[in-house]
């Protein structure tokens, strides 16, 4: 049991308004309860925030019954390609119709990725999955000063009941820049 203990995370929490309980630390964080799991490998376990596709959820079924998923597509490589290709010519007014055609692409875009991540595996229904419990993300350092982080966000399907995980993964420099001080 003490050669357990000492294998455990180096996390140390000195604050008033935390407390370590096992395996549990919980703590304050900006008004909210953060709760971390120490794992035996180093690393980090805790919940975070849902993601907010309010926007995507509204304006992606209109934009893909209007024109359809490939017209989507099409529609959003036209528009960043042609938006870049504005931008290069030295016009005030060009620069404005490229901007403006930039951000349509991009936004198509966003709207095909959104149509393809919450289509069902299963049942093969549009915008049929949706963000279930809470995310769980992991951070784990590395020997060269990294920490690799992992989200896993769990969604079903409203109409079949198909349960699919993903993971995000990320990694994160936790060493300070030298070339940022002051």
Known sequence: ???QTKTNSSIKVN?????????????GHNSTIVKQTVVQDNSIK?????????????????IIEKFGKMKVLGIGIAGIISGILSLMIPSPYL???GFILLIVGFLFIIVYKHHSN?????CNREFAY??????????V????GLIKKTITRT???KFCGDVDTRNTNKTIDSKPDSDKRD
């Open 118 to 122: 919450t289509q069902c595996k299963k």
């Open 141 to 144: 350092p590395t020997h060269d």
């Open 46 to 62: 805790y919940n975070v925030d849902r993601e907010d596709n309010s926007f995507l959820e509204t304006i992606a079924p209109i």
């Open 155 to 157: 969604y079903k399907c």
């Open 15 to 27: 604050t008033k308004d935390s407390q370590v309980n096992g395996d549990i630390i919980v703590g």
């Open 1 to 3: 049991m003490k050669d």
């Open 130 to 139: 949706e963000e279930i419990g809470n995310p769980e993300a992991r951070e």
């Open 95 to 97: 620069f404005w119709i």
